[in-house]
């Protein structure tokens, strides 16, 4: 993964939108991938670009802040990045693994996070038989919008609708209405799967989890304690019994821990790391490093770096 120069302009990677087939009741009438940053180079190369892409999917930021309505059925999967979708129904944070669900006729927005990458997956489908509404009745669990986490099986998933989208066949046109009702279901599943596992793993795992999730944000333990329903005290005691760390501490050490990753891995300066991980500034993240990893990251990133060995 090429981890160079920021490019910070988001751009449509591979679009289709074919003519109105009909299968199982879906009419897909477009399917899609937006990035922008370092190293997303995940699906198409930018000479794939389809011609029309543009009209899909809002092609610059600007486009993608201002309130649009949706025509068909609209569902998204963010694969990496941060932001907010605005609806009718108020303000939801989006961020890894959260799938986007909107139907017809609803007003929204979205605002990613503009200082680090993202890659977010999308198809618009619409129809009206009893499969489709069958299909919607599904979907209605994901409105407006979900977290089941990282699924390798959802983003293959949407890829082969990419690949699907991108042959000319009739046959292949037919198949993007099957693969839509497949992907329902397993978003579906994967949201019950989702679902079963934080009933049954503890507040600690699900505080690291949602810690692994923010590292690129702000986010206090006040924050955390209210999203596990437990008051601050009590999290904060529970957290270093188990831990032997304080929760804040933790956090630090898991944000230094994947900025080691950005030190041996590319050769930005320290200010953009330290403001990648919401460090106060240069100076702030330098003294947090030192202090946990025992050295300097000027000195990790010469001792470790690829330009080390």
């Known amino acids: 993964m090429n981890h160079g120069k920021w490019r910070n302009e988001p751009r449509i990677q591979q679009v289709y939108m074919p003519p109105a087939t009909e299968r199982l009741g879906v009419i897909c009438s477009s399917v899609g991938v937006m990035s922008a940053g370092y190293g997303l180079s995940m699906v198409a190369d930018e000479a794939d670009r389809v011609e029309g892409a543009d009209d899909a999917f809002p092609g610059t930021y ?16 963010m694969v990496t990045g941060t932001g907010q979708l605005v609806g009718e129904n108020g303000c939801h944070d989006i961020a890894q693994g959260s799938v986007v669900s909107l139907p017809p006729d609803f007003r929204y927005s979205i605002d990613i996070n503009q200082k680090h990458p993202y890659c977010i997956y999308y198809v618009t489908f619409g129809g009206q038989s009893m499969r489709e509404r069958k299909v919607c009745t599904a979907i209605d669990e994901l409105f407006p919008t ?16 990419l690949e699907i989208g991108a042959s000319k066949t009739a046959d292949a046109q037919r198949e993007l209405g099957a693969s839509i009702v497949l992907l329902v279901a397993k978003l579906v599943n994967r949201l019950h799967e989702h679902r079963t596992t934080e009933r049954r793993v503890g507040p600690v795992d699900r505080a690291k989890a949602i810690m692994a999730a923010h590292l690129f944000d702000h986010i206090s333990v006040g924050e955390i304690a209210r999203e596990l329903g437990l008051p601050a005290s009590t999290f904060r005691r529970e957290f270093r019994s188990a ?9 630090l050490r898991q ?55």
């Open 62 to 77: 600007a486009e993608l802040k201002t309130r649009r309505r949706t025509a068909d059925w609209f569902l998204a999967y």
């Open 146 to 161: 979900v977290r089941i986490d990282l699924c390798r099986d959802v983003i293959r998933m949407y890829r082969q609708l």
């Open 243 to 251: 831990a032997g760390i304080s929760p804040y501490r933790y956090f």
């Open 255 to 309: 944000k230094i821990e994947a900025a080691k990753n950005e030190l041996m891995t590319t050769d930005v300066p320290l200010r953009t790391i330290a403001e990648k991980f919401c460090f106060t500034d240069q100076y702030h993240f330098s003294r947090v490093f030192s202090r946990i990893a025992g050295c300097r990251p000027t000195e990790w990133r010469r001792t470790h770096g690829s330009s080390g060995h």
